[in-house]
């Protein structure tokens, strides 16, 4: 069965650096989003991403995060100087059209120390 | 505003038993959809149940909606170890389908 794929699984990083998230959709979806949760806490929407271009946002997506579709299979999460709040499971998720239910990755565990 | 808040927060359960997982929500929806995660993993959708739909069967879960008190349960039945995980629900936000989820309950299943 297709399944999102996320990349790392695991990611340590000093504050301050930039990371870049990784995930690749299952192929015939459209519609793209990133998630996040942190430890013990709810899952939180981060932005979601059709049609090439980021179709909402929320206000914890400021101007440090971006999104980028660099090919037609992998969709990128950057945050450009990380912070330890950015501590957290960040979950790339898809759907196709006509569908609401999305399909989630494993997550990347991000580490800002 | 929050949507889909679950309570309890934890429940703990021996097998064979039925949970009983509830999710209240505050505006109106399309859809609500019920979604298990294991400890360190993604979310898997477990059920979708419209808001012209009242009750809904999947196996061993049961979903009802009452639109009136904007609220929705999710029953297992007969449940067994490995149904240990959190459970969420989540309403959509907006026209692109973005999904809000609750804070979840988590559930063990002792053996």
């Known amino acids: 069965e297709p399944e999102v794929t996320q990349t790392p699984s695991h990611q340590v990083t000093q504050m301050g650096q930039e990371v870049i998230l990784r995930c690749v959709p299952i192929?015939?979806?459209?519609?793209f989003y990133w998630y996040r949760q942190i430890l013990g806490q709810k899952v939180e929407f981060l932005v979601s991403f059709y049609n090439n271009e980021i179709s909402e946002k929320s206000e914890i997506f400021d101007d440090q995060f971006s999104v980028e579709r660099p090919d037609g299979s992998n969709f990128t999460l950057k945050i450009r100087s990380t912070k330890l709040e950015d501590s957290a499971m960040y979950f790339c998720a898809s759907r196709p059209d006509g569908n609401e239910k999305l399909f989630f990755g494993s997550g990347t565990q991000l580490s800002v120390l | 505003s929050q949507q889909g808040e679950e309570d309890p927060q934890a429940l703990s359960i021996q097998e064979g038993e039925n949970a009983t997982m509830n999710c209240s929500y505050k505006?109106?929806?399309?859809?609500l959809q019920w979604y298990r995660q294991n400890s360190g993993r993604g979310l898997v959708h477990l059920i979708l149940i419209r808001s012209n739909e009242r009750e809904k069967h999947s196996g061993r879960l049961r979903v009802t909606l009452d639109t009136s008190k904007k609220s929705s349960s999710l029953l297992i039945t007969a449940s067994r170890a490995a149904d240990t995980a959190s459970y969420f629900c989540a309403t959509v936000r907006g026209s692109q389908g973005n999904l809000i989820f609750g804070k979840g309950t988590k559930l063990s299943v002792k053996p």
């Open positions: 192929s015939n979806h459209l519609y």
């Open positions: 505006t109106s929806i399309n859809n």
